[in-house]
């Protein structure tokens, strides 16, 4: 059985400051923005069911003695997409996502803008990928939880996008939330952790102390009379006939009964039975099959209740209304889609038929008027389509790539994004109005592995067979006339190679851009090390401390400037395991010229940066989404400025700083370098300097303990040439 836990929250009235990547885009395709403050956790048993209950009247003694309302408080639906200009003080900043997760529901938010509710991946408040998401009836509140170590929920407020509730060590017995569900009132939020099995919650609409949960081979109904007393009781009924596995469950609306969808299209009706309200003994609901209903051939992929209708969504995308009584209503089937994965109904009830009504006819004797209201449907194949009841009308809101996204490349000196996905599918946008503009899709198994822009715009109009296995790495030279690709099996010959350093191995390389007199190759190694060799000698001219954040960096640019006056301001963009950083040219180990922050979950796979130097967009592979950054270089200059001249910055990389003992330590060997430099026996007055000369570091290394090799000693000479 699954891990319920319990807790008891305060309802949300206070603003937090954590961000996630849940996108709630309207029809204008306007992004909210999302501000975050501190959040508090409830421990709670973890075998139980969580939930929230309200403390009206200390809210109210709240908003009493404050002085400033709070923003939650006084927002309305138009608030979402109001824009704010507010100070750039991060050096960057999330602005957009591109992608859906398809494998989580999306959710109709409101029907007067058309605005819906997705999960791409995550951001800054969820530490891993946001594996479930709800909203709450009025489609208020949307709860969004994850799975991995340290794993939280997080409750926002649809109306300005702000996060105001957050729970820590949501899952301690497990890895995560599996499955995530709010009450019908809007006062309990409960969850399945995802120890074990079950994959499916959902509340009792009439009834917040009863829940219903399913897996695969098991139905398991909850049931409780107060916050100490709670049944839990697990069916796995054995039928005469094939059932199949289950997929989702239900209550219905008008009696005591539980509905269960199997992918065998079959229909698992259980009733509710209550205890006599004269027992005087504190007894529990049960429940017990009563009735298998044959609905259909195909799998039942979504079982959903609105208004009168019990709906089923099927692997065949056919979608079908039936009453209470599970006669059929009136089905949609001819519109040729994927197999459904979820579906959502505007909160709005649908308007009274008129004469210029154009509602369809259901399929009962009486022929009335099929009247119900317009929805959301997204699919496996990640499609999302907006249904207009009135009028049978199906309109395409989007098609996202269902499957990883490693290639991504920025026009040469337009503000268009191609996006490309191992399904075949391209997409290109434009990253500065937000607009999708065309797509195409190639032939099955022929996947988008690598993707670049011609910067002369000459393409080949005609494809090419180049390699027997995927084409890894594409890229232009400057003029354009020459195209340079990898593969994995069919590769160019290696006709020299050239040893960068012992014991690590080199994970990116990059021109250097032309800051010296030399021209340098940029190399980042496995240690966290950069170095610069010449490009022509190969001699390592430098080894410096590079970005430390983790992990290697693999893979960096050199971010374009706007205007000559810039040239001798460059900087570098780079992204390791999971984050996407910059760091200030020239390299010199100062940690302040650097900075990073996490951008995708399961992990960063490709990068790209705009012809503009504006933003850098990251691509995180499994998470099928692709993330805009915002680059505000003042804001990383103003932290070097903090961080103090001279050697300042780095005496924190010392162990105990400048006032500690290794510090104090190093300088007595600074100075006894000097004696020996100038002869131990000599009688002469020694000549103070700040330098020691070049021979004497390796006995200085040695003294506090780091034995460098001879090839590493000869480049420390090399180094020292010239410098």
Request: hydrophobic share 35%; glycine share 6%; aromatic share 12%.
């Amino acid at each position: 059985m699954e891990s319920l836990r319990r807790k008891l929250l305060k309802e949300v009235t206070e603003e937090a400051s954590q961000k996630a990547d849940v996108s709630a885009k309207g029809h204008r395709d306007k992004r909210p923005k999302q501000e975050g403050a501190e959040a508090r956790t409830d421990k709670a048993d973890s075998r139980k069911l969580s939930y929230l209950l309200p403390e009206e009247e200390r809210q109210k003694s709240d908003f009493q003695g404050s002085s400033k309302e709070s923003l939650v408080s006084t927002s309305t639906e138009d608030t979402l997409f109001q824009k704010e200009e507010s100070s750039k003080v991060y050096p960057l900043t999330m602005t957009w996502s591109f992608g859906w997760n398809s494998l989580l529901p999306v959710y109709y938010i409101r029907n007067n803008q058309r605005v819906i509710l997705y999960v791409c991946a995550h951001n800054a408040g969820h530490p891993n990928i946001i594996s479930c998401i709800c909203v709450s009836e009025d489609r208020r509140w949307i709860a969004t939880a994850d799975k991995g170590p340290d794993c939280l929920i997080i409750i926002w407020d649809s109306f300005t996008g702000i996060p105001v509730h957050t729970i820590f060590d949501s899952c301690p017995e497990g890895n995560g939330i599996r499955s995530i569900a709010i009450s019908h009132d809007a006062k309990f939020l409960a969850t399945i952790s995802d120890a074990e099995i079950q994959n499916y919650l959902i509340f009792n609409p009439r009834n917040d102390k009863e829940l219903v949960s399913n897996s695969q081979t098991q139905v398991t109904f909850y049931s409780w009379v107060s916050s100490a007393k709670m049944q839990v009781t697990f069916y796995s009924w054995t039928f005469n006939k094939l059932v199949g596995k289950f997929s989702q469950s239900v209550f219905h609306l008008k009696v005591a009964q539980m509905l269960s969808a199997t992918k065998e299209g079959k229909l698992v009706v259980w009733d509710i039975h209550y205890p006599p309200s004269s027992s005087s003994m504190l007894a529990f609901p049960f429940i017990k099959p009563c009735k298998l209903v044959h609905l259909q051939k195909e799998a039942i992929t979504v079982l959903t209740t609105i208004d009168s209708y019990i709906v089923t969504g099927d692997i065949k995308g056919n979608i079908k209304f039936y009453d209470h009584s599970l006669s059929i209503i009136n089905w949609y089937c001819n519109f040729k889609l994927g197999a459904i994965r979820t579906l959502s109904f505007s909160k709005v009830p649908p308007s009274l038929p008129t004469e210029k009504s154009n509602f369809p006819i259901d399929c009962t004797l009486k022929g009335d008027l099929f009247v119900v209201r317009n929805f959301i449907i997204g699919t496996f194949d990640a499609t999302v389509y907006h249904m207009t009841a009135d009028g049978t009308k199906l309109e395409k809101l989007f098609v996202e790539p269902r499957i990883a996204v490693h290639a991504i490349s920025c026009h040469p000196y337009q503000p268009l994004i191609a996006v490309g996905s191992v399904c075949g599918m391209i997409k290109v946008w434009n990253y500065e109005k937000k607009v999708y503009l065309f797509s195409r899709v190639f032939e099955k198994g022929l996947g988008v592995q690598s993707l670049t822009y011609n910067s002369e715009e000459n393409e080949i109009p005609q494809p090419f067979r180049y390699s027997r296995t995927s084409v890894s790495h594409v890229s232009f030279s400057h003029d354009s006339n020459y195209m340079a690709t990898a593969s994995y099996k069919d590769h160019l010959e290696v006709l020299d190679i050239h040893r960068t350093d012992q014991g690590t191995y080199p994970t990116c390389m990059i021109w250097y851009p032309p800051l010296a007199k030399e021209l340098f190759l940029l190399i980042c190694n496995s240690c966290y090390k950069v170095k610069l060799f010449n490009s022509t000698t190969k001699m390592c001219r430098k080894t410096l401390l590079g970005p430390a954040y983790g992990s290697p960096i693999e893979y960096t640019q050199v971010l374009p400037v706007k205007n000559t006056f810039e040239l001798q301001k460059r900087h570098l963009v780079f992204i390791n395991k999971d984050k996407v950083g910059l760091q200030i040219l020239p390299v010199d180990g100062n940690p302040h010229k650097t900075c990073a922050i996490v951008c995708h979950p399961d992990g960063v796979s490709g990068m790209t940066l705009s012809y503009d130097g504006r933003y850098a967009f990251t691509a995180g592979g499994q998470d099928c989404s692709v993330v805009q950054w915002e680059i505000n270089l003042s804001a990383l200059e103003a932290a070097v400025s903090l961080g103090g001249e001279d050697l300042t910055p780095f005496y924190g990389l010392v162990s105990g700083g400048r006032e500690g003992k290794f510090y104090r330590e190093l300088e007595d060997y600074f100075y006894y370098s000097q004696i020996r430099s100038q002869g131990i026996d000599t009688m002469e007055t020694r000549q103070v300097s700040e330098y020691i000369c070049l021979s004497e570091l390796p006995f200085v290394m040695r003294a506090i303990g780091f034995y460098p090799s001879e090839e590493k000693v000869g480049r420390c000479e090399d180094a020292g040439v010239d410098n």
